[in-house]
């Protein structure tokens, strides 16, 4: 059974960073196509930042360029999302998400709550 498990959230002050993980487990990493997306309370869930399988490409939600950085490691089945310069509109619940790219299917892991405050 595919599992994600996020960590790596919690309460910083706004200027500061968090690094996120997920890691992958029950299947092969490279197979999938790995997202990070987040969730505010009110609001629709939406893409923060992307990686391929390969590690070549990579997307970022407008109001992150600068700020956010997807990297993977493969040996440690893991990718991360660096956030620096946090503001409190980077208050959410992050989510990791596995595509496998050969059949579409979609993975989700259980959140990490990331909340910017004075």
């Known amino acids: 059974q595919v599992q994600l498990v996020e960590s790596g959230g919690g309460l910083v002050q706004p200027g500061g960073s968090l690094r996120l993980s997920c890691v992958l487990s029950?299947?092969?990493?490279?197979?999938?196509?790995m997202t990070w997306y987040r969730r505010a309370p009110g609001k629709e869930r939406e893409l923060v930042a992307g990686?391929?399988?390969?590690?070549?490409?990579?997307v970022y939600l407008d109001s992150a360029k600068g700020r956010a950085t997807i990297s993977k490691d493969n040996a440690k089945n893991t990718v991360y999302l660096q956030m620096n310069s946090l503001k409190p509109e980077d208050t959410a619940v992050y989510y990791c998400?596995?595509?496998?790219?050969?059949?579409?299917?979609?993975?989700w892991g259980q959140g990490t709550q990331v909340t910017v405050s004075p």
């Open positions: 998400k596995a595509r496998r790219v050969r059949n579409g299917l979609e993975y």
């Open positions: 029950g299947a092969t990493f490279s197979q999938f196509q």
């Open positions: 990686i391929f399988t390969d590690g070549g490409a990579s």
